[in-house]
């Protein structure tokens, strides 16, 4: 993490000392006479495009946060990267060789940087968007998945520390093969039943550590109620 902090910092130089030489060849090469209100801002349109195409500004950025949830941003930005600079260095180009007016090339540069911040305004939302829904989807799904190993981690006590109470085993196996073929589902209701058969399920592993258990067959009828209502969550 030090490293690459320190080669962020290192890009961040390298990008500045990129700009500082395009502003000195600037004020070198341009005699103080031809530095018109187009010029300056061809500059400026120049020194945006280093900014945007920068290479190692750009592997900083695409580094940030986690690499798959910014999929949906990439091929945005990329594309957008490409066709602002196009058009950015063109319209300059044009208004060298031409001799645009000042005006018209301050209007067509803002509308192109419009556009561009635009795009990359969609792109964040696409990354936001898709963070989002990727994080809906593990809550949904580690919720069913902890009520799989709770029946599980039950299955395995009963094994070890009741193994001659097949019928109460089978009634666990019964919730167990049930969960096999339910769906996640964002339903809050769903996620209730979950953990409720969880702290149930919980309940009777611990009660197998007894040195008489009693019966729980009140545990799971609950259990098979809850299992009943999770199910119906399922396919509405």
Not at 57 to 74: E, M
Not at 104 to 128: D, H, I, K, N
Not at 204 to 209: A, Q
Request: net charge neutral.
């Amino acid at each position: 993490m030090k490293t690459k902090t320190e080669l962020s910092r290192l890009f961040v130089l390298l990008h500045l000392l990129g700009i500082g030489l395009l502003v000195l060849a600037f004020f070198l090469l341009i005699p103080p006479g031809w530095r018109t209100h187009s010029v300056w801002l061809d500059l400026v349109v120049v020194c945006l495009v280093l900014s945007i195409n920068f290479p190692p500004l750009a592997l900083v950025r695409l580094s940030l946060g986690v690499f798959d949830l910014k999929i949906p941003a990439l091929g945005l930005l990329e594309v957008c990267d490409i066709a602002y600079s196009l058009l950015a260095l063109g319209l300059v180009y044009y208004g060298v060789v031409y001799f645009l007016p000042f005006r018209l090339q301050l209007v067509g540069q803002m509308a192109l940087l419009f556009a561009a911040t635009t795009v990359v305004g969609m792109a964040a939302w696409a990354s936001a968007h898709a963070g989002e829904v990727a994080a809906e989807e593990h809550s949904t799904r580690s919720g069913l998945e902890a009520l799989k190993a709770a029946l599980s981690k039950c299955e395995s006590e009963y094994a070890v520390k009741a193994p001659n109470r097949n019928r109460e085993r089978q009634l666990l196996l019964k919730l167990k093969d049930d969960a096999r073929y339910l769906s996640p589902s964002r339903d809050l209701s769903a996620i209730s039943y979950e953990q409720q058969i969880v702290a149930l399920v919980d309940d009777i592993r611990l009660r197998l550590e007894d040195s008489t258990p009693s019966p729980l067959d009140e545990l799971f009828e609950q259990c098979a109620a809850l299992m009943a209502l999770r199910k119906q969550t399922s396919v509405r």
